[in-house]
């Protein structure tokens, strides 16, 4: 067209012939890039430690430690007590006790604890395991010296619940060790001297201040310890009115336990604070069963009281401190021991009343 300006090509748009191959590579390089993160996280996790078996803290290897020793205890005495020289009675009596007894102080205690953590160990077969010949001397001393542990366990141990079933355990224990001894006619063993050196309260205050107890503790303890002083006066009591009932050895027994009970009764109300106050629990008198006359119930009323001065024991060893427990894990051994005196028969747990006492053998 005349006088138009002339017409000129439209701009072409500008190629870039490498943008694909530059797309490819970069999805290469994120994929091995993204290919490469996920196996290093991979190894990672692989090389993550597995976990480990949790550390027992002071509690649990109490604990542990009396389990353990009641199942070692349960077998050695089935182990002795298959022997001839054990199957013979009275040994194989006092035996068939103390495995039975054991079963159940490690049941008690919890049992074995599995974490389900460790790796499994293949089974030991009795056919290549040397069989076990144990003989009475050695169980015997094995037998006190679990008692030992036991007894110190229980005045150590933080847990009041856990110190009272311990010392319940190592009562049993010791009376198992005098029993087992005289069937066997070996002198019995000592088992822990400073627990028996610890038959009272001390005299005098402690020289150095002890740690303060909160109020709700301190007043727990000081009904536990009324609640001995109570059983111990109860019983001397109990004890004066059987004396008027029996005669001749029975009648003297009686009068020396009256007598001690009431010395009992009084040191402890004197620890308590209780001793001549409005609060102290003691009685002039208390409610005795009919047929005192009959000399069968003056004795079992004398093993009743006995039992329920070492069940008073028992619940104040859970109420007292650690390391104070000793005269009272004292007291209840003295208590079942004066029980087994009138007629009781042994029990696996001493002073434990809630427990079900299972039939020995």
């Not at 298959?82 to 194989?92: C, D, F, K, R």
């Not at 089974?123 to 010296?145: H, I, M, Q």
């Not at 008027?244 to 009992?264: I, V």
């Not at 401190?321 to 003295?334: C, F, I, Q, T, W």
Request: proline share 11%; net charge negative.
């Amino acid at each position: 067209m005349a006088g138009s300006p002339a017409m000129l090509p439209l701009p072409r748009p500008h190629h870039h012939p490498d943008l694909a191959p530059r797309a490819r590579r970069f999805g290469v390089a994120l994929a091995t890039l993204l290919g490469f993160v996920l196996l290093t996280a991979c190894g990672v996790r692989t090389e993550t430690p597995p976990p480990v078996e949790p550390s027992p803290d002071a509690v649990e290897q109490v604990r542990g430690r009396t389990v353990a020793d009641a199942l070692e205890l349960a077998e050695t005495a089935r182990a002795l007590g298959a022997t001839p020289a054990g199957a013979a009675e009275p040994l194989a009596s006092v035996l068939a006790d103390v495995a039975s007894f054991s079963d159940q102080h490690a049941e008690q205690a919890g049992g074995t604890y599995v974490s389900g953590l460790a790796t499994p160990t293949s089974p030991v077969d009795p056919a290549t395991t040397p069989p076990v010949a144990p003989d009475v001397t050695t169980f015997l001393s094995e037998l006190a010296t679990t008692t030992t542990a036991a007894l110190t366990d229980a005045d150590a141990v933080d847990d009041g619940a856990l110190a009272r079933l311990v010392a319940s355990i190592a009562t049993s224990r010791a009376e198992l060790t005098t029993r087992l001894a005289q069937a066997a006619g070996l002198p019995a063993p000592v088992v822990d001297p400073v627990a028996d050196e610890a038959t009272a309260p001390p005299a005098t205050a402690p020289a150095t201040p002890e740690p303060t107890e909160s109020p709700s503790t301190g007043q727990q303890r000081g009904s536990s310890l009324d609640a001995v002083a109570l059983a111990h006066d109860q019983a001397g009591y109990g004890f004066e009115v059987i004396a008027a009932k029996l005669s001749g050895d029975q009648r003297a027994a009686a009068r020396a336990a009256a007598s001690s009970n009431r010395s009992d009764s009084e040191r402890w109300a004197r620890e308590s604070g209780t001793d001549g106050t409005a609060q102290d629990p003691r009685r002039a008198s208390y409610a005795l069963p009919a047929g005192m006359d009959d000399p069968s119930v003056a004795v079992a009323l004398g093993r009743t009281m006995e039992s329920a001065v070492a069940d008073a024991y028992a619940a104040a060893v859970a109420a007292a401190p650690a390391g104070e427990r000793l005269p009272l894990v004292d007291g209840l051994r003295s208590a079942t021991a004066a029980a087994a005196a009138w007629g009781a028969t042994p029990v696996p747990f001493p002073g434990l009343p809630e427990q079900v006492e299972q039939p020995a053998g």
